[in-house]
């Protein structure tokens, strides 16, 4: 095979879109102040750029509007953590000029194969910005993890702390940035995270569960009405926002009780971040999730 044929063949023109989507995403968050490691809160990005978010009751993933005014619409009805990677791929279609789109429902499988040239750099864009490489090798290391031999549920510590899914984290690892081989990949594939939790917690829950570990470095946790935190053990509440549950050999159980922002600490060290509660499928401007009364335009 020659050079040219190697360099027009699917593999490279995917890699080259993967990498567009990368030199994007650092662009966009030095624009935005942000450093190229830390976890970042794509709704606040997006308002660092001035394109307003919504959450809508809407049977799709998301979409963007490029005008009158650049808007992104996210369905309310899917997981957190899928919001996430929705507002920022349509955040990729913005900043790459890529006009008004609309993303239907999708599993994560698809995801991956047979993709639209845009749709690609748009994913490629979200899982740079949503987590940097720099921050997912730090995040290992801080926590005295190799990749290949992390478990789940280590794993899943480090999606909940980057804002992403368990399955979106181990794909962006192994078909993005190749920090984990194919047979790590596989073995994670097969355990959900049900499974997940159901270890952690010792019992079968349905409601969604963030662990924030020891090594969290997010200023903020986004949170709905009802769902579980599994928090470092010595954490101190305000009990009126965060219920607290049970302890469990890996830090303390809590249950969110209402909207509202507070700040959890562990006294005498540097542990803290922003808890920030929304009601459980809010309708409305995403800068206004938190807000016991949302005030829309």
């Given at each position: ?103 239907e ?21 979200a ?50 940035i ?19 939790r ?59 009780l ?21 009601r ?18």
């Amino acid at each position: 095979m020659n050079a040219r044929s190697m360099s027009t063949s699917p593999a490279a023109a995917q890699k080259s879109l993967v990498m567009k989507g990368m030199q994007m995403s650092m662009s966009v968050r030095t624009k935005a102040r942000l450093d190229l490691k830390s976890p970042a809160c794509i709704y606040g990005l997006c308002e660092a750029l001035g394109v307003v978010v919504r959450f809508n009751d809407i049977n799709m993933e998301g979409m963007y509007d490029q005008k009158p005014k650049p808007r992104i619409h996210v369905s309310a009805l899917r997981p957190l953590a899928r919001r996430n990677f929705t507002c920022a791929h349509e955040l990729g279609h913005h900043v790459f000029g890529h006009g008004s789109t609309i993303d239907e429902l999708q599993d994560e499988q698809s995801k991956y194969s047979n993709r639209p040239p845009n749709e690609v750099i748009a994913d490629a864009f979200a899982s740079f910005v949503l987590m940097p490489t720099l921050g997912l090798r730090e995040a290992f290391t801080r926590r005295g993890l190799d990749p290949n031999t992390a478990s789940a549920s280590d794993i899943y510590a480090v999606a909940c702390n980057f804002g992403v899914g368990q399955a979106t984290l181990v794909n962006h690892m192994a078909y993005g940035i190749d920090m984990i081989t194919p047979v790590q990949r596989a073995t994670l594939g097969r355990i959900t995270p049900k499974m997940i939790r159901t270890e952690l917690l010792s019992e079968t829950v349905s409601e969604p569960l963030t662990v924030a570990d020891q090594y969290w470095n997010s200023p903020t946790l986004d949170a709905e009405e009802g769902a579980l935190l599994l928090l470092p053990t010595g954490v101190v509440v305000d009990t009126g926002i965060l219920m607290p549950e049970r302890d469990l050999a890996k830090g303390r159980l809590f249950r969110t009780l209402k909207p509202g922002i507070t700040r959890v600490v562990i006294p005498g060290t540097p542990w803290a971040t922003y808890v920030r509660v929304a009601r459980r499928q809010y309708i409305g401007l995403a800068r206004y999730r938190h807000l016991e009364d949302s005030t829309d335009e």
